[in-house]
């Protein structure tokens, strides 16, 4: 963690050991909202991460911008040339609405404009060979009762599915505290309301099982082993849904990556800091090596 107020610093590449196997990790570009795409993918590259979990946001692969295609091709060649692989995540804050946060979702009126969203995703996903697209519920309206926002939900995740399948797309949903899909309980349900598909996994926050998940950690990875297709990573309190740096939370992550692993999980692990953008280099760097010595 960096102190307040320390003089930025440029961070030393995190060298790679010979022969060390294991957990694929990333990093997230919403933890590097003020550089340009092309350097935030440079760095984390450099630094020594082997994926990135991609957040389309208006600065980083705006799906409504112009000239789609030709941008998506140049991001695709990009992610080859460094090395990296993708996930795609659908998080940005202020993409569909200027005026509220993460508006529309999927429970709300405005929910087609989010399902656009979603299919774009998909289709970039897909160019991209992504090995997942990531999304969630939302937070339920007030104005909207517990079966509506219920029955939206999965009508927009059974088209997006259908989508997802269109395309040869994994889905990783996310349980999100606060939404109206808070924990992996409620993934089971939503789950099963749609069938149980093969491709709608589950997006898994290492930080959010500490914060509402009645398990241990490590056992709630082992508990969604089977459907587990993307997983962000961070460190949080009990109670207390804040993204932190590894070391000033609660979890102890050493037995987390050995679930992971015992599990065989392959996909990325990628870091999940997005309020830490005004230190991003500094911050991954410290992340990576952190992750590294956890995992000996």
């Known amino acids: 963690m960096i102190p307040v107020g320390e003089p930025d610093r440029a961070?030393?590449?995190?060298?790679?050991?010979?022969?060390?196997?294991?957990?694929?990790?990333?990093?997230?570009?919403?933890?590097?909202?003020?550089?340009?795409?092309?350097?935030?993918?440079?760095?984390?590259?450099?630094?020594?991460?082997?994926g990135v979990a991609l957040t389309l946001d208006t600065d980083h692969l705006d799906p409504f911008a112009p000239e789609?295609?030709?941008?998506?091709?140049?991001?695709?060649?990009?992610?080859?040339?460094?090395?990296?692989?993708?996930?795609?995540?659908?998080?940005?804050?202020?993409?569909?609405?200027?005026?509220?946060?993460?508006?529309?979702?999927?429970?709300?009126?405005?929910?087609?404009?989010?399902?656009?969203?979603l299919r774009r995703a998909v289709d970039i996903g897909a160019d991209l060979g992504a090995e997942a697209v990531s999304f969630w519920a939302g937070v339920r309206p007030a104005d909207v009762d517990d079966t509506t926002a219920w029955d939206r939900?999965?009508?927009?995740?059974?088209?997006?599915?259908?989508k997802a399948g269109q395309r040869g797309v994994t889905l990783g949903f996310e349980p999100e505290p606060g939404?109206?899909?808070?924990?992996?309980?409620?993934?089971?349900?939503l789950h099963a309301a749609l069938g149980a598909p093969a491709g709608f996994g589950i997006t898994l926050d290492i930080g959010h099982c500490r914060c509402?998940?009645?398990?241990?950690?490590?056992?709630?990875?082992?508990?969604?082993?089977?459907?587990?297709?993307?997983?962000?990573?961070?460190?949080?309190?009990?109670?207390?849904?804040?993204h932190l740096e590894f070391g000033t939370g609660e979890i102890d992550f050493p037995p987390v990556l050995a679930a992971l692993s015992a599990a065989?999980?392959?996909?990325?692990?990628?870091?999940?800091?997005?309020?830490?953008?005004?230190?991003?280099?500094?911050?991954?760097?410290q992340s990576l090596e952190f992750l590294r010595a956890a995992q000996k």
Not at 24 to 40: I, P, Q, V
Not at 98 to 109: A, M, N, Q, V
Not at 153 to 162: I, M, N, P, S
Request: with cysteine; charged share 25%; aromatic share 6%.
């Open 153 to 162: 939900l999965v009508d927009g995740c059974a088209r997006t599915v259908e």
């Open 212 to 242: 509402l998940e009645p398990d241990p950690v490590p056992d709630c990875v082992t508990a969604v082993a089977g459907h587990l297709v993307n997983v962000q990573i961070d460190d949080m309190r009990r109670g207390t849904h804040e």
């Open 11 to 50: 961070p030393e590449p995190v060298p790679v050991e010979p022969g060390i196997t294991g957990l694929r990790f990333g990093y997230g570009t919403n933890g590097f909202a003020n550089h340009r795409l092309d350097d935030a993918l440079a760095v984390i590259a450099d630094l020594g991460y082997q």
């Open 179 to 189: 939404m109206l899909v808070p924990d992996i309980a409620a993934w089971r349900r």
């Open 68 to 117: 789609l295609p030709r941008r998506v091709a140049a991001v695709a060649d990009r992610l080859q040339r460094l090395g990296l692989g993708v996930v795609i995540e659908t998080g940005a804050r202020y993409l569909l609405d200027p005026w509220r946060k993460h508006s529309p979702t999927l429970l709300e009126e405005g929910r087609e404009l989010r399902l656009d969203f």
């Open 264 to 285: 065989g999980y392959t996909g990325l692990v990628a870091v999940e800091l997005p309020r830490h953008s005004h230190a991003a280099p500094a911050v991954a760097a």
